[in-house]
């Protein structure tokens, strides 16, 4: 590349290359040094390409794909049928969990449970998880008898012996709304998906609100809410900390020390996005599996915390935490929260997706669709190529047209 065009942008969007660059490259482009700043660039992105090419889950996706391109994928299952190589990493994976679990053999009890859920699964086939329709391919009466096994669609988790089994749960919602002007089309329908779910919740619904002059007023906000029973509201001036705001708040509202209460999280996904964006699925996406509540306090009862889209990658370096749920959306234990340091927050709008990792180690965690979730999500075909057919294998597995 040799664009020696000098940098006049306003902000870090360059419109000579198309691309954010950092105030130091913006400042070289300003002094007439564009060629300098694109040699830096041609360097970042070899780097990224080759440090792409070198990640092991790279390397299993050009396998996979090689071998999807010479066998028929099922039909029914909008191509996710396993292949040779997803079978063989999938039992692979299962005994490395099952040599670090000690080879500890799940209770009879747990066996039984395990195997009922997998005779009413759609995906069942005489006593196996139909490769041909997205399941992993497994013999399920070996499967379930490992403790550390799990159901790939998320159906049943590991078990541990470290957290009690939940009791008739009770199961509370906080929801933070950001009823911004002309994105009507997306708070709206976050709205209505609480009016469809309200009857999961047999605990508190919290609903916080950020207000400013970009918005619906509080009074409008809490009208579309009629029939819909909420027990808390809070309101907060709209600001760059933006979920933050209402965090604490709507968490001390749900503040309880019953071993037998649960909490989901969640917010207006994509409200500052484009209509028609990846966001859109994506915002369903998370709603269909938190409310897959089956598979929820399966993975409670020996988890703290759980939500789809589990990630290592974090989008930006200032972002703490060894581990996130994308978007946001995820659930927890109440009263293992409230035991720990759950009044901390840093002054950034990032905190609340993270705070699972401030109080959990991931493996107090579970994913209840689409594990290792890369960066990369946010882009319209990364979501269409790995997680739509995920998602759809998840769907089919509990019936779900």
């Known amino acids: 590349m040799q664009t020696t065009t000098a940098c006049k942008c306003e902000s870090g969007l360059c419109a000579v290359r198309n691309r954010e660059l950092p105030e130091s490259m913006r400042l070289q482009c300003a002094a007439g040094n564009g060629a300098s700043v694109d040699a830096m ?15 092991p889950r790279a390397k299993i996706r050009a396998a996979r794909q090689t071998v999807k391109n010479t066998k028929a994928p099922c039909k029914t299952c909008s191509g996710k049928a396993k292949t040779l190589i997803d079978r063989i ?40 998880c139909d490769s041909d329709k997205g399941g992993c391919g497994c013999n399920l009466s070996l499967k379930v008898k490992a403790r550390a096994a799990y159901c ?14 939940l009791v008739k749960p009770t199961r509370s919602l906080i929801f933070h709304i950001y009823p911004k002007l002309r994105a009507e089309w997306n708070w709206h329908w976050h709205i209505e998906q609480i009016r469809k779910y309200q009857s999961v919740f047999n ?10 002059r970009e918005t619906a007023t509080m009074g ?5 809410f009629s029939g819909i029973r909420v027990d808390n509201w809070f309101r907060s001036d709209n600001d760059k900390l933006a979920e933050t705001n209402t965090h604490l708040s709507m968490m001390e509202a749900v503040k309880t020390d ?16 484009q209509r028609g964006t990846v966001e859109q699925p994506w915002a369903e996406l998370l709603w ?3 409310m897959d509540i089956q598979s929820v306090e399966n993975a409670l009862a020996s988890h703290l915390t759980c939500g789809a889209m589990r990630s290592m990658e974090p989008l930006v370096k200032a972002k703490p935490g060894a581990f996130f749920f994308a978007g946001s959306a995820y659930w927890f234990r109440a009263k293992e929260v409230f035991e720990r340091d759950w009044t901390h927050t840093d002054k950034t709008r990032w905190w609340v997706e993270y705070l699972p990792s ?10 209840l669709l689409y594990d290792l979730t890369e960066s990369s999500v946010i882009r319209s075909d990364h979501f269409e190529t790995h997680i739509r057919p995920e998602w759809n294998a998840w769907r089919l597995a509990r019936g779900i047209e």
């Open 358 to 367: 401030h109080l959990f180690d991931v493996k107090d965690s579970a994913c």
């Open 41 to 55: 660039l041609a360097h970042i992105d070899a780097a990224r390409a080759k440090r792409e090419a070198e990640r």
């Open 220 to 224: 409008h906000v809490q009208d579309l």
């Open 89 to 128: 990493a999938s039992l692979k994976n299962a005994a490395v969990d099952f040599f670090a679990d000690g080879m500890t053999v799940a209770t009879i009890e747990q066996q039984q449970e395990r195997l009922a859920i997998c005779s009413a699964c759609p995906v069942f086939k005489d006593g196996w």
């Open 152 to 165: 790939p669609q998320g159906k049943w988790f590991a078990h541990s012996d470290n957290y009690r089994p």
């Open 203 to 212: 605990g508190k619904i919290v609903i916080g609100v950020a207000v400013g």
């Open 288 to 290: 269909e599996a938190n």
């Open 258 to 273: 019953d071993p037998n209460a649960i909490v989901f999280r969640y917010h207006t996904k994509g409200v500052t996005k």
